[in-house]
């Protein structure tokens, strides 16, 4: 059926925001468009080992087999983010040494290109203003497994809560929708689990707080925020992770990884006041920017 309507459409270009999702290697099968891939996130910067890609393969291709069988449809094969092969044009945030994409013209913009799409649903949100000063920790589902224990996560979040008390009045944190956290213990901590139902990039941005920072272990909520002029820091370091192992330098580049807790005070204590009101406006000027480089892509 969406094979067939988009024969029947036949558009001139289609824009797509991941090429690994079924409905959009549906949409691929049909060669009988332009097809432009404009990046979603920094999934094309994350280092991944031969192991962990083998796998993510044969997920892929079971999921694929039992899709086609059960539907009939015919599916473009995922190769890898940014590897298929009819995909016409690849707009990228940032070049990076990893980048392996079999497309055969990449943009590059030069900027996040997920958080500069967000710039245009700022205006959707009404917000009021705030007085206090907030710190949000976005949270990832990693608490648990061998690398980040339990008892060191929380043991880090609550020091965390009492070594900023005099410079934050506000402690958020945002836990991812995957995440297996312990509501009770995050609030024993000294935080306020929020749970909005939107993303963490946006709830930040639409806080209203006269000053914000975040933190987090890895997630690239984070990363993408840092671009916005909010100070970010990770605290992967803490635990044991060096976040330069994991994503390429390109996406680093404005986020703070402290290696102790006197490093992280010392950071959120120095760093200029930035007010979501502030930050949003510069989403948004990252969406007028976003919105004239894809008028050219799309006039050339």
């Known amino acids: ?121 700022i205006t959707d949100f009404q917000f009021r203003s705030k007085s206090e000063r907030a710190l949000f920790f976005i949270g990832q589902g990693l608490q648990g497994t061998n690398s980040y224990p339990d008892h060191e996560f929380y043991s880090l979040l609550a020091k965390l809560r009492d070594g900023l008390s005099g410079h934050f009045e506000r402690f958020i944190y945002l836990p991812h929708p995957m995440e297996k956290g312990n509501s009770k213990r995050i609030t024993d901590c000294g935080f306020s689990e929020v749970v909005t139902g939107r993303i963490a990039e946006l709830t930040v941005l639409t806080s209203g707080y006269s000053s914000i920072q975040v933190c987090s272990l890895s997630s690239t909520a984070l990363i993408n925020l840092s671009f916005v002029g909010i100070p970010s820091f990770s605290l992967a370091s803490m635990l044991g992770t060096d976040l330069s192992l994991l994503f ?53």
């Open 248 to 300: 390429g330098e390109e996406v680093l580049v404005n986020l703070k990884c402290p290696k102790s807790f006197t490093d992280i005070v010392e950071v959120a204590e120095n760093s200029p006041p930035v007010s979501a009101t502030a930050a949003s406006g510069e989403a948004r000027a990252l969406a007028e920017t976003f919105h004239s480089d894809l008028r050219t892509i799309f006039d050339s």
């Open 1 to 121: 059926m969406l094979n067939r309507e988009v024969r029947t459409f036949n558009p001139e270009f289609v824009v797509i925001y991941s090429d690994e999702h079924i409905l959009s290697r549906i949409v691929l099968a049909d060669k009988n468009s332009k097809y432009i891939l404009i990046e979603d996130g920094m999934v094309a910067y994350k280092k991944t080992s031969l192991m962990s890609r083998l796998r993510r393969k044969l997920r892929e291709n079971t999921r694929d087999f039992f899709w086609k069988t059960a539907t009939g449809f015919k599916i473009s094969p995922w190769e890898g983010y940014g590897r298929t092969d009819f995909v016409d044009l690849f707009v990228k945030s940032f070049n990076s040494n990893l980048d392996n994409s079999k497309v055969r013209k990449v943009k590059v913009l030069g900027y996040p290109c997920f958080i500069a799409s967000l710039g245009f649903r």
